[in-house]
């Protein structure tokens, strides 16, 4: 398992390439809209700023550049962007100077 480091909305959380990202945001308190979590209604949507993923059997309409957190894992580090502001529930964030 490798270390990598999430960037969501300017928060900084680590993580790692076998899970999917919204697994990991949730898991480092992170707390993304969802619905489905198998790719096909689209509500995990984001825009993939900087990195690469991985994206497994996702069936939702998604434009160049976006991914669905509930069906990408990671290949390095990578930075994320939701259009609305993303609750965090844990101390174990940290925002990062913009």
């Known amino acids: 398992m490798s270390q ?12 790692n390439n076998h899970e999917p990202l919204l697994k990991q945001l949730e898991q480092a308190g992170v707390q993304p809209e969802y619905q489905c979590r198998n790719g096909m ?14 994206q497994h059997d ?3 309409f998604i434009a160049p550049n976006e991914i669905l957190t509930c069906r990408s894992v990671p290949k390095s580090d990578v930075e994320i ?7 965090t529930k844990q101390e174990t964030t940290k925002k990062v100077a913009q």
């Open 4 to 15: 990598l480091t999430i960037k969501v909305n300017g928060v900084e959380v680590h993580g």
């Open 41 to 54: 209604c689209g509500a995990c949507r984001c825009k993939l700023k900087q990195g690469a993923v991985d």
């Open 58 to 60: 996702a069936l939702a």
């Open 81 to 87: 962007e939701f259009n609305y502001q993303v609750t």
